[in-house]
Nanobody
């Protein structure tokens, strides 16, 4: 059973930057596509970013394109989410997720495609 642990959240001013990390243990990280989702109070969990198991392909929600970047280091079993130009509406609990993938370039954008989730890390952006 894979275990995912996020870190790096916190309080940041609007316009600032935060980098989230997600370390995966107990599974085959290099065979997993990874995703980032977020959930604000009273809202459903929403897609933020995804990366294929090779790291060759990525996708982003329109609301974060040009501001957020996801990357991975398969040697460290870690996926990252670099968040720049943060806005108050980015405030949410951020979750990383893993999905076994047979394709080195495939990624997934819906929560239902992911079988493993981290506990989440809070990011609060003050105006």
């Amino acid at each position: 059973q894979a275990q995912l642990v996020e870190s790096g959240g916190g309080l940041v001013q609007a316009g600032g930057s935060v980098r989230l990390s997600c370390v995966v243990s107990g599974g085959t990280f290099s065979s997993s596509a990874m995703g980032w989702f977020r959930q604000a109070p009273g809202k459903e969990r929403a897609f933020v970013a995804a990366i294929s198991r090779s790291g060759a392909t990525t996708d982003y929600a329109d609301s974060v394109k040009g501001r957020f970047t996801t990357s991975r280091d398969n040697a460290k079993n870690t996926v990252y989410l670099q968040m720049n130009s943060l806005k108050p509406e980015d405030t949410a609990v951020y979750y990383c997720a893993a999905a076994y993938s047979v394709s080195s370039r495939r990624y997934y954008t819906t929560p239902y495609e992911y079988g493993y989730w981290g506990q989440g890390t809070q990011v609060t952006v003050s105006s």
